[in-house]
């Protein structure tokens, strides 16, 4: 199971590289088609803007890990090991809650948004916000787990990083 979920993360990692990638070559005919040829293109700022969003959601998705968040924790910090699993599960509920709510008018949306094109690639916009779904469910996954981790007893305190 951890040998499938490093490939997976490695996979992940790919994909993030790939938008990134992407991005930045847009970026740059941009710079080099405005400035050098004085004739700038419209598509490499939607590329820009569409790769940003799908590399963001992505990454916080699939990357990120919770030692990589802000976190504002003095009062967790200095609870005791069974109110720091209590605060953990009320977070994890709500969070995975809220998510869980939002999920059929997320779809809704994405889905209605199928009838409208980006103005300069006409890419359709459920592919490009569909990126927010697969966010919000790997959000529910992730939290889902952390409740299961503190009810079995399996939740271990996050490293601290300086």
Not at 22 to 47: C, D, K
Not at 119 to 131: A, K, M, N, P
Request: aromatic share 14%; charged share 15%; hydrophobic share 55%.
């Amino acid at each position: 199971m951890k040998k499938l979920l490093n490939w997976l993360e490695a996979r992940a990692d790919n994909v993030a590289v790939g938008l990134l990638a992407a991005m930045f070559l847009a970026f740059v005919l941009q710079i080099v088609s405005r400035y050098v040829l004085n004739s700038p293109l419209g598509w490499t700022l939607e590329a820009c803007l569409i790769s940003w969003v799908w590399v963001v959601f992505w990454g916080s998705a699939f990357l990120v890990n919770d030692q990589e968040h802000v976190r504002f924790d003095i009062l967790y910090s200095s609870a005791s090991t069974r109110v720091r699993k209590i605060f953990a599960l009320i977070a994890a509920i709500a969070i995975a809650g809220a998510f869980l709510t939002s999920l059929p008018a997320t779809y809704d949306f994405i889905s209605f948004m199928q009838i409208e094109k980006s103005s300069v690639l006409g890419i359709r916009l459920d592919y490009v916000f569909s990126v927010y779904l697969i966010f919000a469910i790997a959000i529910i996954v992730r939290y889902g787990a952390r409740i299961v981790a503190i009810f079995t007893g399996k939740f271990g305190e996050p490293e601290r990083r300086l």
